[in-house]
């Protein structure tokens, strides 16, 4: 069974800090993918990685594809009140289908 | 575009009851999926449907049943319901094949059994 370890699960920062958001596992991923969801709203893609080492950069988002595919992460520089919310890693498992392992999610919340 | 919808947005059942949860989405998208969502636990693949007529199980499919006969829709059923089915449940779709699809879900529907 593959899983996909997500820390922290909570963080509460001030706006203008930094942090970031780890997801860790043992298995391999063909990419990562990392989703935002809204309270009483579904997940909404933000970003894919796929090539191992691999970083992508999104306004105040940096987010990295580990070298060897098995983990990932989350960099929010200079954090906003907007930017609270839930942030889901998921690994999309080599195979037909591409099936989604979602990690617990971090909840962050930015007070101003 | 509507996108993926789902119906109903909340629901209440007491064990034993059956209900089917709606979901379609007007993009034709060859792939279909039901997750759960639980606190501290993330989302959950139930089933899936990679296409009209075919359907495969996920992570946790015991006690839902689904079934595809149209690209558009895919219901999912609870036979009997548990507390233990008590969930927020997340249906998605995506174009079929590229690993690089993006997967875009429904807005849920918020399910408690007593």
């Known amino acids: 069974t593959q899983l996909l370890e997500q820390s922290p699960q909570f963080l509460s920062i001030q706006e203008g800090e930094n942090l970031t958001v780890y997801c860790n596992s043992s298995?391999?991923?063909?990419?990562l993918q990392w989703y935002r969801q809204e309270p009483g709203e579904g997940p909404v893609l933000l970003v894919t990685v796929v090539t191992g080492g691999e970083v992508k950069k999104l306004k105040r988002l940096t987010f990295q594809f580990g070298d060897a595919r098995k983990d990932s992460s989350l960099h929010i520089t200079a954090a906003q009140p907007g930017d609270t919310g839930l942030y889901l890693c998921a690994g999309v498992v080599p195979g037909g289908y591409n099936k989604l392992i979602f990690g617990a999610g971090t909840r962050l919340a930015v007070h101003p | 575009n509507a996108g993926v919808t789902q119906t109903p947005k909340f629901q209440v059942l007491k064990t034993g009851q059956s209900m089917t949860l709606q979901c379609a989405q007007d993009?034709?998208?060859?792939?279909m999926s039901w997750y759960r969502q639980d606190p501290g636990m993330g989302l959950r693949l139930i089933h899936y449907s990679v296409g009209a007529g075919i359907t495969d199980q996920g992570e946790v499919p015991n006690g839902y049943n689904v079934s595809r006969s149209t690209t558009e829709d895919f219901p999912l059923r609870l036979l009997s319901a548990a507390p233990s089915q008590t969930s927020v449940y997340f249906c998605?779709?995506?174009?079929?094949?590229?690993?690089?699809?993006?997967?875009?879900f429904g807005p849920g529907t918020r399910l408690l059994v007593l």
């Open positions: 993009m034709n998208h060859e792939y």
């Open positions: 998605a779709s995506k174009r079929g094949g590229l690993k690089q699809e993006t997967q875009y």
């Open positions: 298995s391999v991923f063909s990419s």
